[in-house]
T-cell receptor, first 111, second 111 residues
Framework: SQKIEQNSEALNIQEGKTATLTCNYT??????LQWYRQDPGRGPVFLLL?????KEKRKERLKVTFDTTLKQSLFHITASQPADSATYLC??????????FGQGTELSVKP | DVKVTQSSRYLVKRTGEKVFLECVQD?????MFWYRQDPGLGLRLIYF???????EKGDIPEGYSVSREKKERFSLILESASTNQTSMYLC??????????FGSGTRLTVV
């Protein structure tokens, strides 16, 4: 069955460092993959979409890579700030027309 | 900015009641979705709709139904609420090929 794996352990980093979050998927080949941010008690907020023919996408301090051979996406936040603390969700798009979400990785940025 | 509005932030219902969760979006998006989110299980798709009067089952449709009579409104119905339907319910909409816009969620408790 289709499976998405994100680091279940929280990631704790110091302000100013680069945070790197990993998303691995198995048993399917998504045409694109999305990343979302979710704060406690709120709905997810869309951040970035990367297509299968794109290796890398950037938006301000965010960078996403997509390796279809490794079946992996990496999400980077450079010059991290305490306000970046949240849970980040990976969501590969499957061919059934559905977005499937990983369980998310909680990021905590300490001042 | 696209807005997705869910009618209630918190809801408490009794077992066996019929429950209606309403979702309205204001940007003429074709696609709308209902998810539930539970600790340790992540976001799971209940139903989705590609257009007015169209509906498709997601991964966990049992015990739920939906209605989409107008493009901007997508309703989730719990036919006979049960305690295992206590959860955070999230509605989302999107334009084809774009990221999802989520509502703030409805935290439903069934007692």
């Amino acid at each position: 069955s289709q499976k998405i794996e994100q680091n279940s352990e929280a990631l704790n980093i110091q302000e100013g460092k680069t945070a790197t979050l990993t998303c691995n998927y198995t048993n399917y080949s998504p045409a694109y993959l999305q990343w979302y941010r979710q704060d406690p008690g709120r709905g997810p907020v869309f951040l970035l979409l990367i297509r299968e023919n794109e290796k890398e996408k950037r938006k301000e301090r965010l960078k996403v890579t997509f390796d279809t051979t490794l079946k992996q996406s990496l999400f980077h936040i450079t010059a991290s700030q305490p306000a970046d603390s949240a849970t980040y969700l990976c969501a590969p798009y499957n061919q059934g027309g559905k977005l499937i979400f990983g369980q998310g990785t909680e990021l905590s940025v300490k001042p | 900015d696209v807005k997705v509005t869910q009618s209630s932030r918190y809801l408490v219902k009794r077992t066996g009641e019929k429950v209606f969760l309403e979702c309205v979006q204001d940007m003429d998006h074709e696609n709308m979705f209902w998810y539930r989110q539970d600790p340790g299980l992540g976001l799971r798709l209940i139903y989705f709709s590609y257009d007015v009067k169209m509906k498709e089952k997601g991964d966990i449709p049992e015990g739920y139904s939906v209605s989409r009579e107008k493009k901007e409104r997508f309703s989730l119905i719990l036919e006979s609420a049960s305690t295992n339907q206590t959860s955070m319910y999230l509605c989302a909409s999107r334009k084809q090929g774009d990221g999802y816009t989520f509502g703030s969620g409805t935290r439903l408790t069934v007692v």
